[in-house]
Nanobody, 122 residues
Framework: QVQLVESGGGLVQAGGSLRLSCAASGNIFSVSAMDWYRQAPGKQRDLVARITSGGSANLADSVKGRFTISRDNAKNTVYLQMNSLKPEDTAVYYC????????????????WGQGTQVTVSA
């Protein structure tokens, strides 16, 4: 199986910055897309950013110009640099990836992290 462990969340004032990290580990053969989602209280979980194994990135309109997604393929790790944070960015941020396992290299499955809380105070 694959485990995703997020880190870097916390409390920050509006205008501040945080950097989230998510490391995938386990019986991994390959990792394709890696994403960051977020879910605010009482709201649905939304895609914030996605990056392919080749480095192509897409960001939600609400975070363009403020957030940057990147990855280190050698470490199976994805990052989310969040600048100019706003109170509306407050949410639990989840990492997700598509990965294949050793011995099942043609079957991609989706895996989720446990989430990390980001709170932005006004």
């Amino acid at each position: 199986q694959v485990q995703l462990v997020e880190s870097g969340g916390g409390l920050v004032q509006a205008g501040g910055s945080l950097r989230l990290s998510c490391a995938a580990s386990g019986n991994i053969f390959s990792v394709s897309a890696m994403d960051w989602y977020r879910q605010a209280p009482g709201k649905q979980r939304d895609l914030v950013a996605r990056i392919t194994s080749g480095g192509s990135a897409n960001l939600a309109d609400s975070v363009k110009g403020r957030f940057t997604i990147s990855r280190d393929n050698a470490k199976n790790t994805v990052y989310l640099q969040m600048n100019s944070l706003k109170p509306e960015d407050t949410a639990v941020y989840y990492c997700r990836c598509d990965a294949t396992l050793i011995g099942s290299s043609s079957i991609y499955k989706s895996y989720w992290g446990q989430g990390t809380q980001v709170t932005v105070s006004a």
